[in-house]
Nanobody
Framework: QVQLVESGGGLVQAGGSLRLSCAASGRTLSSHVMGWFRQAPGKEREFVASIRRTGSIYYADSVRGRFTISRDNAKNTVYLQMNSLKPEDTAVYYC?????????????????WGQGTQVTVSS
């Protein structure tokens, strides 16, 4: 099991930036597939970005070109840099991890989740 703690959320105006962090304990993140998901009120949890052990990265179409996922294995932390934020990016953002993930866009493939951090983008 790996414990995940997200931070970095907050309130920002449209066009602004935030950087989310996901710090892990219990296991080294370098051995895990990492994902970021988000859930807006009344909506299902949706995929945002993922990074495999190999470094392969995937993004949702809605965030490609604006968001960047990265990992710092020395700090056991994964980041999500979010630029050019839009009001529709408002959601609770969750970090997820698992040792083996077939389809990284599928939240059911991940067995470890953080508690989430709120991101609110005002227009």
């Amino acid at each position: 099991q790996v414990q995940l703690v997200e931070s970095g959320g907050g309130l920002v105006q449209a066009g602004g930036s935030l950087r989310l962090s996901c710090a892990a304990s219990g296991r080294t993140l370098s051995s895990h597939v990492m994902g970021w998901f988000r859930q807006a009120p009344g909506k299902e949890r949706e995929f945002v970005a993922s990074i495999r052990r190999t470094g392969s990265i995937y993004y949702a179409d809605s965030v490609r070109g604006r968001f960047t996922i990265s990992r710092d294995n020395a700090k056991n932390t994964v980041y999500l840099q979010m630029n050019s934020l839009k009001p529709e990016d408002t959601a609770v953002y969750y970090c997820a991890a698992d040792l083996s993930v077939g389809v990284t866009t599928n939240p059911t493939q991940y067995g470890n989740w953080g508690q989430g951090t709120q991101v609110t983008v005002s227009s």
